[in-house]
């Protein structure tokens, strides 16, 4: 133990004397602090959208309440009047839009996940769901296929990099410098002072990594002591994904090669696992188990519009009502009945179709949980964003509170439009102190 100490401060001396190990960890952080201000700058912009559209919200839940108490004796107010008590909105077209939020998780901003692939808030109203769900933002597709250059890009693909430069030449620095026989011909074994050497380079990752998180965590604003937990977990993800490319560094050089083949080997293992392999294996993936084609399905919903609007208005409550008992009244006349009955057709078709697509993305996700430690940069980044709920899973939870959002919305507004009734002021209170909890 006292040699492998003796070992790791003189391999200090010579490391510091040499600009190289500074310039490698300048630019880790470098990066690493640029990837915690990117990811910030893009979960801020999140938060100021979401501020936003909930400004929009209060600000129209206002007006309603100011436009309820108009006196409609006056012309001018009349149809705002309409607009505020009317549950099918002026004419069918200015519904009041709800807004569901996707609340930021704490470690959002170190780990984008898939926050930057989905919507974090939809405008819905009592309408057909399906086609509101499918209005979404504009998006640079290559930013989208590359990923953002946050604090987990830099963690996956730079420090694989920093410890290939920091070990490639762990054993032929001494072949090529002529100290080997030297080195050889002491007491302590060679194994031993390649171990110290290795030893100390694993230190400085290592102590680099947690330096890097606790910087992300420092000016990223996340308190430490609320989320410890988090804070050990993604230290003991990101360790674990060091100790093993120090194994695969420890079998280069066992191979005891050149330094430039040895970093022409770690480059190539650096390439095949983060870079090759994840694209060969979702090509695997796809292959095995291809989805439905989104195609098909617009085009059955579409199909189903032009039933809708194409046939008698018995096609729509011959469906509807036996679903819906509670809602028949008998009127066939009405036509807001029929056309808000039809959305739910809608509705109805789109969750079914959805839910083979989901069935075979369960499929492939079970066949990419078995082969993904043929990637393992993919896996660690899944159990990186798993960690800080920003994967995929989070998002499905985020999409069936809009579903149950949506089911409340229509269990509120169904039985005014179908018993051809509008909302009084203090059921609009109601509802605005509801969204408010």
Request: aromatic share 14%.
């Amino acid at each position: 133990m006292k040699n492998l100490l003796h070992i790791c401060r003189f391999e200090w001396k010579n490391l510091w004397r040499n600009n190289t190990l500074i310039i490698l960890l300048l630019v880790f952080f470098g990066a690493g602090i640029y990837g915690i201000y990117f990811g910030k700058f893009e979960i801020q912009k999140q938060e100021d959208r979401m501020a936003t559209v909930q400004e929009y919200e209060r600000q129209q839940f206002d007006s309603l309440l100011t436009w309820v108490s108009l006196d409609t004796s006056i012309k001018a107010n009349q149809i705002n009047f309409r607009r505020a008590v009317s549950p099918t909105g002026e004419g069918r077209s200015k519904h009041f839009t709800y807004y569901v939020l996707h609340h930021t998780p704490p470690l959002a901003g170190l780990c984008l996940g898939q926050r930057d692939l989905f919507p974090v808030y939809y405008g819905l109203n009592v309408t057909d769901l399906a086609r509101q769900m499918n209005i979404g933002e504009l998006a640079n597709p290559m930013k989208l296929l590359t990923g953002n250059f946050d604090l987990s890009y830099v963690i996956i693909f730079l420090l694989p990099l920093l410890i290939v430069a920091l070990f490639y030449d762990l054993y032929a620095k001494e072949k090529e410098g002529g100290t080997l026989t030297l080195l050889q011909s002491q007491s302590v074994k060679l194994s031993t002072v390649l171990m110290g050497k290795g030893l100390l380079r694993l230190l400085i990752v290592l102590g680099s990594a947690t330096g890097l998180l606790l910087l992300g965590f420092l000016l990223q604003g996340i308190s430490l002591g609320q989320n410890a937990g988090i804070f050990f977990q993604s230290l003991g993800l990101i360790y674990t994904y060091c100790l093993f490319w120090t194994a695969v560094m420890a079998g280069i050089i066992a191979l005891r090669k050149s330094s430039a083949t040895s970093a022409i080997y770690g480059l190539g293992i650096w390439l095949l696992l983060t870079m090759i392999s994840p694209a060969l294996l979702n090509l695997f993936v796809s292959a095995k188990t291809p989805l439905p084609n989104r195609t098909d399905s617009v085009h059955e919903l579409r199909t189903l519009s032009g039933k809708v609007w194409g046939s008698p208005r018995s096609f729509v409550y011959d469906q509807f009502y036996p679903k819906y008992p509670e809602y028949d009244k008998g009127d066939s006349i009405n036509f807001n009945q029929w056309y808000y009955a039809s959305f739910t057709l809608f509705d109805d078709k789109a969750n079914s179709l959805n839910q083979e697509y989901e069935s075979q993305v369960a499929k492939r996700n079970q066949l990419l949980k078995k082969w993904q430690w043929l990637a393992p940069a993919a896996m660690v980044h899944e159990n990186f964003s798993s960690i800080s709920k920003t994967d995929r899973e989070s998002h499905i939870r985020f999409v069936k509170r809009i579903h149950e959002f949506h089911d409340d919305l229509k269990n509120t507004y169904y039985p005014k439009i179908f018993d051809d009734e509008n909302f009084n002021k203090t059921e609009l209170m109601e509802l605005q102190a509801k969204l408010e909890e």
